[in-house]
């Protein structure tokens, strides 16, 4: 696991060919802005991260796909830790429009080409 400050598209293939193959899993956090990659599951990077001192309400799982996942770009909205009834997400997708827009700035600005 390993936080991004920068990454490339080619980086990002390279650790999606030793995993899943065409994707990372990751975490953002959308109040300090970070995201961390590459582990099996959400969940334990999740986990790092709040040990680190993330606050839950501040991170989504997603995927990130560097050869492009649909429309929406390089990000994909699916993980089981954004299931959060108490924060009004009960499915594995981000509902709320706003964090969505946060979360692909952010990792929009750590990927480069």
Do not use: C
Request: charged share 35%; proline share 2%.
């Amino acid at each position: 696991m390993q936080i991004i400050e920068k990454i490339t598209k080619e980086e990002l293939r390279k650790i999606a060919d030793r995993t899943f193959g065409d994707m990372v899993k990751a975490v953002v956090d959308i109040a300090k802005k970070t995201v961390m990659i590459d582990a099996e599951l959400h969940a334990d990077i999740e986990q790092t991260m709040l040990e680190n001192g993330s606050n839950q309400e501040d991170l989504w799982g997603i995927n990130i796909y560097p050869d492009g996942f649909d429309d929406n770009g390089v990000v994909e909205f699916d993980s089981l830790i954004n299931i959060r009834p108490w924060q009004n997400n009960r499915s594995r997708y981000v509902n709320d429009e706003n964090i969505r827009k946060q979360i692909v700035e952010i990792v929009e600005n750590k990927i480069t080409e």
